[in-house]
């Protein structure tokens, strides 16, 4: 499995960004079969968890600092899933990352960095005026 973060960039304060976390799996291999997290790590600081979606989208969760401002979605069809960012501030500034993790179980959705072995390279997000 290889994952493809995009959409990151430069955005004003208060401002939106989606990013999307594109897979490519080997032939007979569905996305819906992975939980998919969100993370980012800013200079200085550790890695930290932002949301995950479990298989089909059934469970969700999120950090503190980020819910209710961020939006995790997956669309299986296209191998993708999302997170929508809203009301960004500075302290959002940061290379984004998503990981997947092959799970049997439906409802599996956790922001441990170590229950993931596949990750994307990252995306940079900086949000200044």
């Known amino acids: 499995l290889q994952l493809v973060e995009s959409g990151g960039g430069l955005v004003q304060p208060g401002g939106s960004l989606r990013l999307s976390c594109a897979a490519s799996?080997?032939?007979?291999?569905?996305?819906?079969?992975?939980?998919i997290g969100w993370f980012r790590q800013a200079p200085g600081k550790e890695r930290e968890g932002l949301s995950c979606?479990?298989?089909?989208?059934?469970?969700?969760d999120y950090a503190d600092s980020v819910r209710g401002r961020f939006t995790i979605s997956r669309d299986d069809a296209k191998n993708t899933a999302y997170i929508q960012m809203n009301r960004l501030t500075p302290e959002d500034s940061a290379v984004y990352y998503c990981?997947?993790?092959?799970?049997?179980?439906?409802?599996?959705?956790?922001?441990?960095?170590?229950?993931?072995?596949?990750w994307g390279q990252g995306t940079q997000v900086i949000v200044s005026s």
């Open positions: 990981a997947a993790a092959y799970t049997t179980a439906q409802n599996l959705c956790v922001m441990d960095g170590d229950r993931y072995r596949d």
């Open positions: 979606i479990s298989r089909s989208g059934g469970m969700t």
């Open positions: 799996l080997a032939p007979g291999v569905t996305m819906d079969y992975y939980v």
